[in-house]
């Protein structure tokens, strides 16, 4: 029979203490990244309709190239806008900690 190494009860209490926060951490960071997600797309539509309207009243003023522009520019826009609010929210999910469950087609754990 091969000897068995004892736990004290104590020691496995407290790694499965461990192990449960370990669970609730990952299943904030997840629970965290499906919520932001769903916001964004309903902000970011909401802010469409008036980015929109803010850049066809600003192509009207512009003269050849108006519409051309308009379109850059509101493109530019969005594309700022979104590099900086994936930035901060990168960096508040590394303050909060976690591990984010993604799944890979083919791939389960």
Same mark, same amino acid.
């Given at each position: 029979?091969?000897?068995?190494?004892?736990?004290?009860?104590?020691?496995?209490?407290?790694?499965?203490?461990?192990?449960?926060?370990?669970?609730?951490?990952? #299943? /904030?960071? *997840?629970? @965290? *990244?499906?919520?932001? *997600?769903?916001?964004?797309?309903? @902000?970011?539509? @909401?802010?469409?309709?008036?980015?929109?309207?803010? /850049? *066809?009243k600003l192509k009207?003023?512009?003269?050849?190239?108006?519409? #051309?522009?308009?379109? /850059?520019?509101? @493109?530019?826009?969005v594309t700022i806008?979104?590099?900086v609010i994936i930035?901060?929210?990168?960096?508040?999910?590394?303050?909060? !900690? !976690?591990?984010?469950?993604?799944?890979?087609? !083919?791939?389960?754990?």
């Amino acid at each position: 029979m091969a000897e068995e190494k004892k736990v004290k009860p104590e020691q496995r209490v407290k790694a499965e203490i461990r192990r449960a926060v370990r669970e609730v951490k990952d #299943t /904030f960071a *997840s629970t @965290a *990244s499906l919520i932001i *997600s769903a916001l964004t797309l309903v @902000a970011g539509l @909401a802010w469409n309709d008036v980015a929109k309207a803010y /850049f *066809s009243k600003l192509k009207e003023h512009l003269s050849g190239w108006g519409e #051309t522009v308009g379109l /850059f520019l509101y @493109a530019l826009v969005v594309t700022i806008i979104a590099v900086v609010i994936i930035h901060r929210l990168r960096q508040i999910q590394k303050v909060v !900690g !976690g591990k984010s469950i993604k799944k890979t087609p !083919g791939k389960i754990k």
